[in-house]
């Protein structure tokens, strides 16, 4: 007898309005980033109150939204919003692309950095460990909306998703991927870069770490996951997932080795800490 992922995706009903699981999944990933942001802020005496922070977040939220949806639109499913471009903001409808969030969130970082003064990589090491926490959390939601289901499978913890393409015309166990993701990307990936993070790392190197790492479960997910149906699998071997994820290994590792050849010494120690601004 396998489980069926038949969730309610509503969370709340107010009226005629709807407030989905997944938009809430976001929602608590953006609040617990808040509150780690600080926290590491303050570890790293770096100069951010609690209104910069805030102001931070924005740039991310922003960055996520805009990049996850057109990412989306220019790498899975471009013909069809060339073809239709007003469902390009019908975000409502689904279709986020986690690569093009990264992009997004990277443009919005590099602004955030450029007009506080504070250094990218500073910056970067400083969100990556946070990054964990929504993906984890947007795994979850994923599965609670039966979406991005994985491929047929016998294995004991199969699971049946209504909303999957039927087999011979019936619904057939599938392998859980939004959870196999939601435990390599989100608890296991948040564990590393942590750990690593507590440990003063040259800059770079939690960003190069998360990179590296993603992308290697991105990789490994994916021959478990079912290939979005309007693209399949390119060249019949390799999904759009791991096409994009590659790359990210190639970069990470690389600005691994540059940050352990341009070692800087560590002076957070020495920094005074940073009165309370408005932003």
Same mark, same amino acid.
Not at 16 to 22: C, G
Not at 183 to 194: D, P, Q
């Given at each position: 007898?396998?489980?069926v /992922?038949? $969730? ?5 009903h107010?009226g ?7 938009g ?5 990933a953006?609040?617990i980033?808040?509150f780690?942001l600080?926290?590491l802020?303050? #570890?790293?005496?770096?100069p951010?109150?609690?209104d910069?922070?805030a102001?931070l977040?924005l *740039?991310l939220v ?5 990049g ?8 899975y499913?471009?013909?069809? *919003?060339?073809?239709? &471009? ?6 409502? /409808?689904g279709?986020?692309s986690?690569h ?5 969130v ?7 950095a450029? #007009?506080t ?7 970067? /090491?400083l969100?990556?460990p946070?990054v964990?926490v929504? $993906?984890?959390?947007g795994?979850?939601g994923?599965?609670?909306n ?7 499978s ?8 209504p ?6 015309g019936m619904?057939?166990?599938?392998? &859980?991927?939004q959870?196999y993701?939601a ?12 750990t690593?993070?507590?440990r003063r790392?040259?800059?770079?190197i939690l960003?190069?770490?998360?990179l ?7 990789c490994?997910?994916e021959?478990?996951?079912?290939p979005d149906?309007?693209l399949g699998?390119?060249g019949?071997v390799?999904?759009?997932g ?6 990210m290994?190639i970069?990470g590792?690389a600005i691994i080795i540059w940050?352990?050849r341009?070692r800087?010494? /560590?002076k957070?120690a020495d920094r #005074? ?7």
């Open positions: 007898m396998h489980f /992922d038949n $969730l309610n995706p509503v969370a709340v107010l005629p309005l709807q407030i989905h699981w997944y809430v999944m976001y929602a608590l953006f609040i980033g808040y780690l600080c926290y802020a303050q #570890k790293r005496r770096l951010l109150d609690r910069a922070v102001e977040v *740039y922003a960055g996520v939204l805009l996850g949806r057109l990412g989306y639109v220019l790498f499913n471009l013909p069809y *919003y060339l073809r239709h &471009p007003a469902q390009i903001i019908a975000v409502w /409808d279709g986020m986690f093009g969030g990264l992009i997004g990277i443009v919005a970082g590099a602004l955030f450029r #007009k003064g504070i250094g990218f990589l500073t910056l970067a /090491d969100v990556v946070v964990p929504g $993906l984890f959390l795994r979850i994923n599965f609670i039966g979406e991005l289901w994985g491929r047929p016998n294995v004991p913890w199969a699971m049946i998703f909303r999957a393409p039927l087999v011979h619904m057939v166990p599938r392998h &859980p991927s959870l993701e435990a390599m990307e989100g608890l296991v990936l948040f564990a590393i870069v942590w690593i993070a507590h790392p040259p800059d770079g960003l190069g770490t998360f590296t790492f993603y992308g290697l479960f991105r490994l997910a021959f478990f996951r079912q149906p309007q699998y390119i019949g390799i999904t759009m791991q096409i994009l994820s590659i790359p290994i970069v590792l940050a352990r341009n800087a010494p /560590d957070t #005074k800490p940073i009165a309370s601004r408005s932003a």
